[in-house]
T-cell receptor, first 120, second 111 residues
Framework: NADVMQNPRHLVRRRGQEARLRCSPMKGHSHVYWYRQLPEEGLKFMVYLQKENIIDESGMPKERFSAEFPKEGPSILRIQQVVRGDSAAYFC??????????????????FGPGTRLTVL | TQLLEQSPQFLSIQEGENLTVYCNSSSVFSSLQWYRQEPGEGPVLLVTVVTGGEVKKLKRLTFQFGDARKDSSLHITAAQPGDTGLYLCAMKGSGTYKYIFGTGTRLKVLA
């Protein structure tokens, strides 16, 4: 999935600083997911966005975390006043919506390489 | 809280052996995906299944979605060292775009 870009690949922040993670989806995709992955664990859903619209943010912590996907430019996951517990790998997934023959829809997700955040 | 359990958690086998990994939930889902993730990289989509009882094949990999749409299995025939990785299943409920990922099966195939 080399066409899904995330930067930076590695980010080190001190407690209390802000972290900004960027995701550029595949060309033509207008939907983005953000996930968090702790070592030796699966992925935890954070937020699902369309361009200029947050569809589902039920997995986002209520404080310090925000996400956006503007009309132009990458999607951004912003973490304010980072704490050590925010250290993790953060992945975005770019997605079109696919309609199956039975009329139901699902999202094929193409993941980026991730941003590994370390909070000192 | 929806939970998706995968088993086994870890699996180490010799090249050429067959294996099956499982993905189980107490909830019914509308679609299921399997991914493989290698260290330091993002997951790569292997397959999407949407119909209960559906079976899909991808070379030496066979994926099955349970009739009740609550479980799935991945069978690998004649495993190779290149199959080594973390295998994740992910399910989506009806009327939602949210995907729940399983706990993962970490597979190691020894040459």
């Amino acid at each position: 999935n080399a066409d899904v870009m995330q930067n930076p690949r590695h980010l080190v922040r001190r407690r209390g600083q802000e972290a900004r993670l960027r995701c550029s989806p595949m060309k033509g995709h207008s939907h983005v997911y953000w996930y968090r992955q702790l070592p030796e664990e699966g992925l935890k859903f954070m937020v699902y966005l369309q361009k200029e619209n947050i569809i589902d943010e039920s997995g986002m912590p209520k404080e310090r975390f925000s996400a956006e996907f503007p009309k132009e430019g990458p999607s951004i996951l912003r973490i304010q006043q980072v704490v050590r517990g925010d250290s993790a790998a953060y992945f975005c997934a770019s997605s079109p919506i696919v309609t199956s023959g039975r009329g139901s829809s699902y999202n094929e997700q193409f993941f980026g390489p991730g941003t590994r955040l370390t909070v000192l | 809280t929806q939970l998706l359990e995968q088993s086994p958690q870890f699996l180490s086998i010799q090249e050429g052996e067959n294996l099956t990994v499982y993905c189980n939930s107490s909830s019914v889902f509308s679609s299921l995906q399997w991914y493989r993730q290698e260290p330091g990289e993002g997951p790569v989509l292997l397959v999407t299944v949407v119909t209960g009882g559906e079976v899909k094949k991808l070379k030496r990999l066979t994926f099955q979605f349970g009739d009740a749409r609550k479980d799935s299995s991945l069978h690998i025939t004649a495993a190779q060292p290149g199959d080594t990785g973390l295998y994740l299943c992910a399910m989506k409920g009806s009327g939602t775009y949210k995907y729940i990922f399983g706990t993962g099966t970490r597979l190691k195939v020894l040459a």
